[in-house]
């Protein structure tokens, strides 16, 4: 019905609704292994999904660290025992560092670390028990967290002035890079990013006898341009299910594999619109409106307006009417997953087989 989204029973599903289909999540993560090789390298970001389900699936996949947003993705994802979870987001208070601490506790198996970038974190991380340890957080371009490589001479006399704190390695985001469909653009500012982090390898070696530490870059924009250093670990996240907005990375075989299906509920032919269900309560509502999400097989519509339940489409020559079901492919995947308790899985044959639990799309 969908160009290659197989629905079998569309009839049973309440709209609006987060499918999940399987068969393209197994094939996304046979390309990023086959991208990457080394399953070693690779630390996934688990915000796209927030899933026990699909991070057992990865660990089945020899993927055993990943990274969270949160300390309740932290706390949930800790049940299935992955080898090691990276909380990359800054510390910012006592009480945050109290659930850490229980998080830790609770979890013997798993081994934490989190990012740093001040020394307001670290002296909120120092008095932790059994913190596996600190990367620290390089802003090469991103210009939301992370120290600046301008600055980092004084965090350094910092942190190893400071005890009890294990010092990782580096973790560098380069998120600036999201929307730059230009590859070459991409490649510049990657080569910007890689060379500051070897300026910080360095001081980390030569300073402080560093030897062994850890590098971990790249978001879905960036990641595959450091597949050939290899002593760097890779950190996407939205490959998982892919969206509308990566999908214009023309060079990378990653499939849409989560979306939101809708009915057209209402219309207007004099302003050739129609209106759907899928509203920003259902669906990505960061993104600029025209981007929020595409419509499968109709490819001029565009949507124009959007409230929280309803979706005002112009047609543009494309042909839909009362009951149509859309199927919406998302502009951004990660702000999806926490607008729902569960997506139904869609299995090859288009039948929804069950669900997927979004597991830690709370905060608390």
């Given at each position: 019905?969908?160009?290659?989204?197989?629905?079998?029973?569309?009839?049973?599903?309440?709209?609006?609704?987060?499918?999940?289909?399987?068969?393209?999540?197994?094939?996304?993560?046979?390309?990023?292994?086959?991208?990457?090789?080394?399953?070693?390298?690779?630390?996934?970001?688990?915000?796209?999904?927030?899933?026990?389900?699909?991070?057992?699936?990865?660990?089945?996949?020899?993927?055993?660290?990943?990274?969270?947003?949160?300390?309740?993705?932290?706390?949930?994802?800790?049940?299935?025992?992955?080898?090691?979870?990276?909380?990359?987001?800054?510390?910012?208070?006592?009480?945050?560092?109290?659930?850490?601490?229980?998080?830790?506790?609770?979890?013997?198996?798993?081994?934490?670390s989190t990012i740093a970038s001040n020394i307001y974190h670290?002296?909120?991380?120092?008095?932790?028990?059994?913190?596996?340890?600190?990367?620290?957080?390089?802003?090469?371009g991103m210009n939301r967290t992370g120290v600046l490589i301008?600055?980092?001479?004084?965090?350094?006399?910092?942190?190893?002035?400071?005890?009890?704190?294990?010092?990782?390695?580096?973790?560098?985001?380069?998120?600036?890079?999201?929307?730059?469909?230009?590859?070459?653009?991409?490649?510049?500012?990657?080569?910007?990013?890689?060379?500051?982090?070897?300026?910080?390898?360095?001081?980390?070696?030569?300073?402080?006898?560093?030897?062994?530490?850890?590098?971990?870059?790249?978001?879905?924009?960036?990641?595959?341009?450091?597949?050939?250093?290899?002593?760097?670990?890779?950190?996407?996240?939205?490959?998982?299910?892919?969206?509308?907005?990566?999908?214009?990375?023309?060079?990378?075989?990653?499939?849409?594999?989560?979306?939101?299906?809708?009915?057209?509920?209402?219309?207007?032919?004099?302003?050739?619109?129609?209106?759907?269900?899928?509203?920003?309560?259902?669906?990505?509502?960061?993104?600029?409106?025209?981007?929020?999400?595409?419509?499968?097989?109709?490819?001029?519509?565009?949507?124009?307006?959007?409230?929280?339940?309803?979706?005002?489409?112009?047609?543009?020559?494309?042909?839909?009417?009362?009951?149509?079901?859309?199927?919406?492919?998302?502009?951004?995947?990660?702000?999806?997953?926490?607008?729902?308790?569960?997506?139904?899985?869609?299995?090859?044959?288009?039948?929804?087989?069950?669900?997927?639990?979004?597991?830690?799309?709370?905060?608390?």
């Open positions: 019905m969908f160009n290659d989204y197989k629905l079998s029973d569309i009839s049973e599903i309440e709209t609006p609704e987060f499918l999940i289909f399987e068969s393209k999540v197994e094939s996304n993560i046979d390309t990023i292994i086959s991208m990457i090789g080394d399953k070693k390298r690779l630390v996934p970001h688990a915000k796209t999904h927030k899933s026990k389900y699909i991070l057992d699936k990865l660990i089945k996949n020899g993927i055993t660290r990943h990274k969270t947003s949160t300390l309740n993705e932290l706390e949930v994802l800790a049940d299935c025992e992955p080898e090691e979870l990276i909380l990359a987001y800054p510390i910012s208070s006592l009480k945050k560092i109290e659930r850490f601490q229980k998080i830790i506790n609770k979890f013997p198996k798993t081994k934490f670290i002296n909120l991380l120092k008095n932790i028990k059994g913190l596996y340890g600190v990367y620290i957080d390089l802003d090469t301008d600055n980092i001479d004084e965090f350094l006399l910092q942190i190893f002035g400071t005890e009890n704190i294990n010092i990782l390695g580096i973790h560098a985001y380069d998120g600036h890079m999201h929307g730059k469909t230009d590859i070459e653009e991409r490649k510049i500012e990657s080569k910007k990013t890689l060379d500051e982090i070897r300026i910080l390898e360095k001081k980390l070696k030569e300073t402080y006898y560093l030897n062994n530490l850890e590098i971990i870059v790249g978001g879905s924009w960036s990641f595959h341009f450091y597949i050939e250093e290899k002593d760097i670990k890779l950190s996407p996240g939205t490959w998982i299910y892919w969206d509308a907005s990566n999908i214009k990375q023309k060079e990378l075989d990653f499939i849409i594999a989560g979306v939101v299906i809708g009915q057209v509920i209402d219309e207007n032919k004099d302003n050739d619109t129609v209106t759907v269900d899928i509203g920003a309560k259902a669906i990505s509502s960061d993104p600029i409106t025209e981007n929020r999400f595409n419509l499968v097989d109709k490819p001029n519509c565009k949507l124009i307006f959007q409230n929280e339940e309803h979706g005002i489409i112009k047609l543009n020559g494309e042909s839909l009417s009362f009951g149509d079901y859309v199927l919406a492919q998302p502009g951004h995947a990660c702000t999806v997953s926490p607008k729902y308790s569960r997506a139904l899985k869609v299995n090859e044959e288009g039948f929804v087989s069950g669900e997927i639990k979004i597991d830690a799309r709370d905060r608390v």
